[in-house]
């Protein structure tokens, strides 16, 4: 497998399991199940065992490899320079190794399937990807300033869809021209690359790219963090030569063409970073320039925030896969309580994957009703217009 | 050892107490939990449990008692010395789901924690909840858990001032072998965990055993004020035969909280040189100013002959040697490109410091392995934690055997010195019990057949009637 040359120099010592304040575990994975073998040091100990041929390709060591949520916080925190930032890369690796040799958790199995025959994970007809836009007005690209991509996550999960209107609304009062590709999107790729499989992302990173050039798209706005991952970071090496901003970044930078919000009660909220944002984009300034800019608005940080987030776990496909569980130890509840504990009512985040899990979360520990989960697109809009 | 099918059987009962999700007999487990860090070879568990409370403990010592399979008790691994192997097989009790802070007493100064709280969850509670108290943090990573590391007789950043971890310690809830719950210390008695004292003092019945006399599921700490006000110092000598004397009038100050020694033959302006880092703080800059001034008046004769002194510090290189945890220290696996180091710590007196640098130096270079020397200061000079570490590449059997080989032959030319080796893998204690005093290692037996009549703790560990 590719990047075997430096499994064994993981020492297994810890840090990337913590935040850098080491306030409480990091790690979605882990955190879940508390057996070190699930700890990104464990996989690497694992990885180099199944290599050497000392284990076999269980069903557990599977979903060992499969249920790391890709969050990053082990590149992040891992004290090696000379190898920490290719923790992720290696565990790719891994999961290609397994993709390759037909062992993969049937979730696994179900959802690379669905991309390869649909498109996209949810099995949407192309015709069905535009159901969050209906209404909206918004063109099919054109050769506008902006496309603006959906990803799966906003055009299959009735929340995404939500937050994508939302989005779009905000964008389109702040005065974005953009075009969207309607039932021609398919899958960015990006959770197919972190689940190993590359050729199935090599193949939907090139059909974009091909589509993004015969539209003449030269700069892109992403709903998902997920999306401006693959788009601005993956595609290069296919020749994607596009100028990418996942939306937060838009609407930080063209807030005073809103109409002067007439805000509202005061209200405190929090803040989830999202993973695809902070850690692997290192983004975690516009949404708080956003928010800075909402009048009776008062952000309440959570002890782990910006790049010491804790993930939702739905990263790495685990949103699709469910190999992290939903559990009390599950990354989303986890991270829904330690919402509450900021006193405030309100989370926001900025991604459809995050804001599906911890909506989803807060149901599960009964905090519907006191802890309500939105995007920031909907509380800008909310207070644009006036209510709360 | 039992059959597949009675261990299945003690499987689903594991699940019982602890839940499905938080016990394993899977190859992966055996395989990660039968190793560590260091150079020990691999001795796989049959089972691993995480359980959630003292009452899962409990019952699993007590299951573990009916069926006679060894327990091994476990906080984060990070021994190096393989003391959480599983020798004689059976299960690896896994305590880190144990990591809440149960109470912070900031009046009597001391944090009640479970026995799988990691040294840096504890750090971040106190700073966000108790910001003027703090506890002696350990040259250890983050996951470090307090349980195992006072259990150790750990020491850390505060050691100068106070002494090993252990000293720190003002009591215990322990899972005796037999299954009962016992409390040590002042919480034996009163709702307080304020000290050991005045009680007959049972704690050492659980201090340095490697987990062979009990579980500890709660411990309580001693916390200390935190300076909002730190530095640190170098001072730099060329004759290890002075550090001694140098340790001895910087001790006799009594104002530093942490004093480590440290030698290594890279970079190469640190070659053959002993430095000394001294730590201190203050309430106020000017406290902080007077005691860097008796700190140096401390040593003025040795910087006024010229054989010694002070290491310019540029602000950025105080606040890394500021920083805690360190972890630059862990980099040091990385030396051989191999994720692999372990290090012989010795307690030793501090009169054999010339002794064990240079006994370090010898075993390194004659047997060409990457090397990092120091010592960590116990109290006002009573003793030191000498340690010789020594990197290796876990990928090359013959660097691994030239690292083992190293370990071994310090440990026995330290017990020869005078010193202990300190956590000291199994064979090590056995080098240890062979110089033992005889009535000490009969007492020892004793203990240990009367605490654990079954004789299923951590089996393997102070054997001292093999």
């Not at chain 1, 304040?21 to 994975?29: E, F, G, I, R, S």
């Not at chain 1, 802890?371 to 800008?380: K, S």
């Not at chain 2, 501090?350 to 370090?360: I, K």
Request: charged share 20%; aromatic share 8%.
């Amino acid at each position: 497998m590719d990047h075997a040359e430096i499994l064994h120099r993981c020492f297994r010592c810890g840090y990337c399991k913590l935040p850098g304040n080491h306030v409480d575990l990091n790690c979605p994975a882990y955190l879940e199940s508390r057996f070190e073998t699930f700890s990104p040091g464990g996989r690497m100990w694992l990885l180099r065992a199944w290599r050497d041929g000392e284990l076999e390709a269980s069903e557990r060591f599977q979903r060992i490899l499969f249920s790391c949520a890709t969050c990053a916080n082990c590149t992040e925190q891992c004290v090696f320079p000379k190898f920490k930032d290719r923790l992720l890369d290696v565990f790719a690796a891994g999961k290609a190794a397994l993709v390759e040799a037909g062992r993969v958790p049937p979730a696994v199995r179900d959802y690379l399937t669905a991309v390869f025959d649909h498109g996209n994970p949810f099995k949407l007809p192309p015709k069905r990807r535009t159901l969050w836009a209906e209404g909206l007005d918004l063109p099919r690209f054109d050769g506008q300033a902006y496309l603006l991509w959906i990803g799966d996550v906003g055009a299959g999960d009735p929340r995404g869809r939500q937050m994508a209107r939302q989005v779009a609304r905000v964008l389109q009062r702040a005065g974005i021209q953009m075009g969207i590709l309607g039932p021609d999107e398919t899958s960015d790729g990006n959770e197919a690359a972190a689940l190993g499989e590359g050729e199935l992302f090599s193949h939907l990173a090139r059909q974009n790219i091909a589509r993004f050039r015969e539209r003449g798209v030269r700069r892109i706005i992403t709903l998902s963090p997920h999306g401006f991952n693959a788009l601005s970071r993956l595609y290069p090496a296919h020749g994607g030569d596009f100028a990418v901003f996942h939306y937060t970044q838009i609407l930080a930078r063209h807030m005073d063409r809103l109409a002067p919000p007439t805000g509202g009660p005061p209200l405190a909220v929090t803040f989830h970073d999202p993973c695809y944002l902070a850690r692997h984009n290192g983004e975690v300034q516009a949404p708080r320039r956003i928010l800075a800019r909402l009048p009776g608005v008062t952000l309440q940080e959570m002890d782990r925030s910006g790049k010491n987030a804790l993930c939702c776990g739905g990263g790495g496909g685990n949103y699709f896969t469910h190999l992290l569980g939903e559990g009390p130890d599950s990354a989303a509840r986890v991270r829904v309580r330690e919402a509450t504990a900021t006193g405030t009512a309100v989370m926001l985040t900025c991604c459809p994957t995050c804001l599906a899990m911890l909506e989803s979360a807060a149901v599960s520990q009964n905090l519907d009703g006191r802890l309500r989960v939105c995007d920031l697109a909907e509380l800008v809009m909310e207070r644009l217009d006036g209510c709360s | 050892m039992k059959d597949h099918g009675a261990m299945q059987r003690i499987v689903r009962e594991l699940a019982a107490i602890v839940g499905d999700r938080h016990v394993s007999d899977a190859a992966e487990e055996r395989y990660l939990y039968g190793r560590d860090m260091g150079t020990m070879p691999p001795a796989p568990p049959d089972m691993v449990v995480l359980p959630g409370t003292t009452a899962e403990v409990q019952a699993v010592v007590r299951l573990a008692n009916r069926e006679r399979v060894p327990l091994v008790p476990m906080g984060a691994g990070l021994v190096l010395s393989g003391l959480t192997r599983a020798l004689a097989g059976g299960i690896v009790v896994d305590l880190k789901r144990m990591n809440r802070v149960v109470a912070v007493n900031d009046v009597s100064r001391y944090a009640v924690v479970e026995a799988g709280t990691s040294q840096g969850m504890l750090q971040a509670y106190l700073k966000k909840h108790h910001p003027t108290l703090k506890h002696s943090l350990p040259d250890a990573p983050p996951m470090a858990t307090i349980g195992g590391n006072v259990l150790i007789h750990g020491s850390g950043h505060m050691s100068c001032a106070y002494g090993f971890h252990s000293d720190m310690l003002n009591g215990l809830e322990v899972v005796l072998p037999t299954g009962e719950v016992a409390r040590i210390g002042s919480c034996a008695v009163s709702d307080y965990w304020f000290a050991r004292a005045p009680l007959p003092d049972l704690a050492g019945l659980f201090l340095g055993w490697a987990g062979t006399t009990g579980i500890v599921t709660r411990l309580a700490i001693k916390l200390f004020p935190r300076y909002p006000f730190n530095d640190v110092a170098i001072f730099v000598a060329d004759d290890p035969a002075v550090i001694p004397d140098v340790l001895g009038r910087l001790t006799a100050v009594q104002v530093a909280e942490d004093m480590t020694a440290w030698m290594t033959p890279k970079p190469a302006w640190a070659a053959g040189h002993q430095h000394v880092n001294i730590c201190w703080g203050g309430h106020s800059r000017e406290e902080l100013i007077c005691k860097r001034d008796l700190l140096r008046a401390a040593v003025r004769d040795y910087i006024q002959a010229r054989t010694a002194g002070f290491m310019p510090l540029p602000p950025p290189l105080k606040k890394r040697f500021t920083r805690l945890p360190d972890s630059q220290l862990t980099t040091f696996a990385d030396v051989r490109k191999g994720g692999g180091f372990e290090y012989v710590g010795a307690i030793m007196p501090v009169d054999l410091f010339a002794a064990a640098y240079r006994l370090g130096v010898r075993v390194a270079e004659a047997r060409g392995v990457a090397y990092s020397l120091g010592a960590r200061i116990i109290g006002a000079n009573h003793c030191m934690m000498f340690f010789f570490a020594y990197a290796f590449n876990r990928a090359d059997d013959a660097d691994v055997a030239r690292a083992q080989g190293a370990l071994e032959e310090t440990n026995r030319e330290v017990i020869a010195l005078g010193g202990i080796p300190w956590k000291a893998e199994a064979p090590a204690q056995q080098a240890i019990l062979a110089r033992m005093d005889p009535s000490t290692r009969e007492l020892m037996a004793r203990l240990r057949r009367a605490v654990d009549p079954n004789g299923i703790m951590n089996p393997g560990n102070w054997e001292t009637e093999r």
